[in-house]
């Protein structure tokens, strides 16, 4: 079953506006992490915020900020003054810590297109 | 700097060789992690690994075996290779709970 799902496969956002990136998941164990990493066209991925399940606050990373609504089972990243460089296509991970398991899961990502 | 280093960005391998992608961190981490990337379908986990000679089948571990004799070296193997195994492939590491650092990727082509 999928854990992670991102809804939108693409997005075109102007420059210097925000822009929301949708991810929901799904658990049934108590403790878990969320991640976003964004890959530009380069390929490398690069890790931009984390949230854990039991972090009291939403996570913020300079301009990245993550919109954590557990009961909704929701983990939006939300990206403000958008830049040219922020062109790239981001992905939502998840980790479920129960027994120790280490796996990390991916959504399919959300394709980021930032115009002038 | 941390450091995933995979040994090659692009490959191209004929159809039914044996095909060996290396990956070595020097984190010492102790989780290390295979995925392919496909157009649509974000990045599905080959095999992970949580210790030296451990290892886990991930959700798609048909067609690939792995082995981890050294803390730093993680190796994915196509015992024969097919196209339908052309792919991104990347590697990833990790320490406990933290972030997983991933390497540059490689572009596996099967012809």
């Known amino acids: 079953a999928q854990k992670i799902t991102q809804t939108q496969p693409g997005m075109f956002v102007q420059e210097k506006e925000a822009v929301t990136l949708d991810c929901t998941y799904d658990?049934?164990?108590?403790?878990?992490?969320l991640f976003w990493y964004k890959q530009p066209s380069s390929g490398e991925m690069i890790f931009l915020i984390y949230?854990?399940?039991?972090?009291?606050q939403n996570a913020t990373e300079g301009r990245y900020s993550l919109n954590f609504q557990k009961a909704r089972k929701s983990a939006n990243l939300v990206i403000s003054a958008s830049q040219l460089g922020d062109s790239a296509m981001y992905f939502c991970?998840?980790?479920?810590?129960?027994?120790?398991?280490?796996?990390?899961?991916f959504g399919a990502g959300t394709t980021v297109t930032v115009r002038a | 700097d941390v450091k995933v280093t995979q040994s090659s960005r692009y490959l191209v391998k004929r159809t039914g060789e044996k095909v060996f992608l290396e990956c070595v961190q020097d984190?010492?981490?102790?989780?290390m992690f295979w995925y392919r990337q496909d157009p649509g379908l974000g990045l599905r986990l080959i095999y992970f690994?949580?210790?030296?000679?451990?290892?886990e089948k991930g959700d798609i571990p048909e067609g690939y075996s792995v082995s981890r004799e050294k803390k730093e070296r993680f190796s994915l193997i196509l015992e024969s290779a097919s196209t339908n195994q052309t792919s991104m492939y990347l590697c990833?590491?990790?320490?406990?709970?933290?972030?997983?650092?991933f390497g540059q990727g490689t572009r596996l082509t099967v012809v």
């Open positions: 949230q854990g399940s039991y972090d009291q």
């Open positions: 658990t049934s164990d108590p403790s878990y992490g």
């Open positions: 990833a590491s990790t320490g406990g709970r933290t972030e997983a650092f």
């Open positions: 991970a998840m980790r479920e810590f129960r027994f120790n398991d280490y796996k990390l899961s």
């Open positions: 984190m010492d981490h102790e989780n």
């Open positions: 690994s949580y210790d030296v000679k451990m290892k």
